[in-house]
C-alpha cells in the first residue's frame, strides 16, 4: 500500500513553461488538497477537491488548476510558470469532507522555477 | 493579523523537559483542530487532533478553548526524537472549505 505518491520529486523548469504536477492516493478517499509551502508562511491551500467531479479554490489559486477525473488522481497544473512558483508542493488527502479529518500527506514535489 | 498564529521559537529544551506550544486562530467558526508534525524537509504528519474536552496521547497533551479560541500542546518527558516543527491547523467550512496552517514552531530537544 502506497499511501498517497506525487511525481516528480523534484523539478526545475523555465518560466513560461507549463508543468503538471502528479499526485495518486490508494485510500479511497473522499477529500484530496493542494498546498505549497514557503520558508516562513507555512503550508498554504491552493485548490481542494471534496469528491470526484468538484474542485474548489483555497487561500492562493491564480497562476493554478486542478481536475478531479476519478477518486485517486489530483494533478495540479501550471500553465505558465513564474519564479514567484517557487515553493515545495504537497498533496494530502482525507476520508469525509474536506478539513473534517486526518489528512495524509504526500512526500512532495520541489519546484524551482527559473 | 494571521488567521492562525503560533510561537514564533525555536524552542531549544534539555532532554526530559515539559515544553508548550500555543496557538491562537481568529474566526470563531473554526470547527476542526490538529496538531501535525513536520521533520526537516519531509511532510506534514498528525500528532494529534484536539477536542474541546481536551486529550492526552502519552506524552502528548492538547487543549482547545473556544471562547479564547485558544490551542496548546504540551510535551512531557521530551526526546531528542521530538525534535521537529510543530504544526497548529484549524479547518472550518463557511461556504466554502478552508484549513489555516500555522507557520509552525521549530523544536530542537538536546541531551
Known amino acids: 500500500i502506497a499511501g498517497i505518491t506525487q511525481a516528480p520529486t523534484s523539478q526545475i523548469l523555465a518560466a513560461g513553461r507549463r508543468m503538471t504536477l502528479r499526485c495518486t492516493q490508494d485510500?479511497?478517499?473522499?477529500?484530496m488538497y493542494w498546498y505549497r509551502q514557503d520558508l516562513g508562511l507555512g503550508l498554504r491551500l491552493i485548490h481542494y477537491s471534496n469528491t470526484a467531479g468538484t474542485t474548489g479554490k483555497g487561500e492562493v489559486p491564480d497562476g493554478y488548476s486542478v481536475s478531479r477525473a476519478n477518486t485517486d488522481d489530483f494533478p495540479l497544473t501550471l500553465a505558465s510558470a513564474v519564479p514567484s512558483q517557487t515553493s515545495v508542493y504537497f498533496c494530502a488527502s482525507s476520508s469525509g469532507l474536506a478539513g473534517s479529518n486526518e489528512q495524509f500527506f504526500g512526500p512532495g514535489t520541489r519546484l524551482t522555477v527559473l | 493579523r494571521k488567521e492562525v498564529e503560533q510561537d514564533p521559537g525555536p524552542f531549544n529544551v534539555p532532554e526530559g523537559a515539559t515544553v508548550a506550544f500555543n496557538c491562537t486562530y481568529s474566526?470563531?467558526?473554526?470547527?476542526?483542530f490538529f496538531w501535525y508534525r513536520q521533520d526537516c524537509r519531509k511532510e506534514p504528519k498528525l500528532l494529534m487532533s484536539v477536542y474541546s474536552s481536551g486529550n492526552e496521547d502519552g506524552r502528548f497533551t492538547a487543549q482547545l478553548n473556544r471562547a479564547s479560541q485558544y490551542i496548546s500542546l504540551l510535551i512531557r518527558d521530551s526526546k531528542l526524537s521530538d525534535s521537529a516543527t510543530y504544526l497548529c491547523?484549524?479547518?472550518?467550512?463557511?461556504?466554502?472549505?478552508?484549513?489555516?496552517f500555522g507557520a509552525g514552531t521549530r523544536l530542537f530537544v538536546k541531551a
Open positions: 474566526n470563531s467558526a473554526s470547527q476542526s
Open positions: 485510500m479511497r478517499h473522499n477529500a
Open positions: 491547523v484549524v479547518g472550518l467550512n463557511t461556504g466554502g472549505f478552508k484549513t489555516i
